[in-house]
Nanobody
Framework: QVQLMESGGGLVQAGGSLRLSCTAS????????MGWYRQAPGKQRELVARISSDGSSNYADSVKGRFTISRDNAKNTVYLQMNSLKPEDTAVYYCNADSFRVFGARTYWGQGTQVTVSS
């Protein structure tokens, strides 16, 4: 089992920045991808960015050039630096971890952290 603990959400004005952090505990050796999803009211949960254990990353088109995902494997932590925030970035942001296939390709979720961007 893997547990994910997020921090860093909050209220910010449009154009501002926030950094989210997510630390994994438990069977961290099983984790391949870590990433961030978000869910706005009335909308489906969507991928924001994810990064593999070897550092390969991908982003949603809507955040490219504004958000940066990074990972510190020694600390079992993934970060999401969010710059030039827009009101449409307002959502609950969920940390996600996917285990390697050899460990069952399991998916884990954090409890979510609210990000609110005011106009």
């Amino acid at each position: 089992q893997v547990q994910l603990m997020e921090s860093g959400g909050g209220l910010v004005q449009a154009g501002g920045s926030l950094r989210l952090s997510c630390t994994a505990s438990g069977s961290v050796f099983s984790i391949n991808f870590m990433g961030w999803y978000r869910q706005a009211p009335g909308k489906q949960r969507e991928l924001v960015a994810r990064i593999s254990s070897d550092g390969s990353s991908n982003y949603a088109d809507s955040v490219k050039g504004r958000f940066t995902i990074s990972r510190d494997n020694a600390k079992n932590t993934v970060y999401l630096q969010m710059n030039s925030l827009k009101p449409e970035d307002t959502a609950v942001y969920y940390c996600n971890a996917d285990s390697f296939r050899v460990f069952g390709a399991r998916t884990y979720w954090g409890q979510g952290t609210q990000v609110t961007v005011s106009s």
